[in-house]
């Protein structure tokens, strides 16, 4: 069986299919054009730069597209980078699709939104739940099959839907010790944080932010949505302003992108929870394919950090 990318180490030669994710134009220091293209499949991602570019290359290469590559993996300020020798756009011959490429979520969508309804199906507070469960049904074929992010975490197909999924069993958990936490109004800040994704983002083939989602962000939209949702159903009530709340304030800060901080317990928790899951997501996957006793690469948007992963394991205890 073949390897994928993130199998592959430093020094090693490959040949093989990779999905174009994205391709950008550059222009290097002698003034030729170079693209810049992240290339991937099931097992992760990797960038790779094609020099001396045609016009021909330009229009070839881009988002969406299989190529076949011949190289080299270097690497290049603490990250792997993928030398190309050779690449060519497949044809029908190849017999590739993209979602051969695609990196998806590790539980089937249907059992997680057997799950997410059962956890809108305990909530008490009737307006909570109305709402949720609307906005669910609404989106529902997207929202199962929508990345949480274009990169960094859960950034591959149904990843909103298994974010929401891990964010909710966290919830749970922690509402347990804390019984002061409205659990209906928490769930429910779980479940509807990020659904304005499924309009922010294009899809789950090569996930690109929309104009919408450039113009006015999964926030805001969501935000709307809620107020739109309680009109339509008849709702009224503090229960909509919190939910609202709850979606503006998730992020923390306002440099992070939140226009409110959290001023209620249930914002704190949503957005410590949130932040938990979206880590623990960026070092699980950068640590599966480091060896005991090495360094992960550079993650970006944890600080640009190395992870160490050590060469003991815990083991189960013994009575």
Sequence with gaps: MKRGIN??????????????????KGIASNGKPFLTLQLSDKSGEIEAKL????????????????????????????????????IRPTSGMDQVKPSDFLQSAPL???????????????????????????????HQEAFLETPAATKNHHEFVSGLA??????????????????SLDKDLLYAGVILHDMGKVRELSGPIVSQYTIEGKLLGHITMMVSEI??????????????????????SHH??????????PLIREAEILHMIDNIDAKMNMMDRALEHV?????????????????????????????
Excluded at 16 to 24: E, G, N, R, S
Excluded at 162 to 179: E, N, Q, R, T
Excluded at 298 to 304: C, L, Q, S
Aim: net charge negative.
């Design 7 to 24: 199998h592959h180490q430093v020094g090693d030669n490959v040949e093989m299919y990779l999905l174009i994710k994205q391709a950008k």
């Design 51 to 86: 020099w001396g570019v045609s016009p021909e290359d330009e229009v070839a290469f881009v988002s969406s597209v299989i190529v076949h590559i011949q190289g080299e993996i270097q690497e290049f300020r603490g990250m792997r980078q993928l030398k190309i020798k050779a």
């Design 108 to 138: 089937d969508p249907n059992d997680m939104l057997e799950k997410i309804t059962q956890y809108i199906f305990e909530m008490r507070n009737p307006k909570i739940q109305r709402l949720t469960r609307h906005l669910v049904k609404k």
């Design 162 to 179: 298994y974010h929401v999924v891990s964010m909710l069993d966290l919830a749970k958990s922690i509402a347990g010790l804390y019984p």
């Design 227 to 248: 107020g739109e949702a309680a009109k339509e159903l008849e709702i009224e009530g503090e229960e909509v302003l919190v939910l609202q709340h709850l979606v503006l």
């Design 252 to 261: 923390g800060k306002s440099e992070w992108g939140s226009p409110k901080a």
């Design 291 to 319: 060896a005991p006793g090495d360094f992960t690469e550079r993650i970006f948007p944890m600080e640009n950090r190395t992870l160490y992963k050590p060469t003991f394991h815990a083991k189960p205890l013994e009575f």
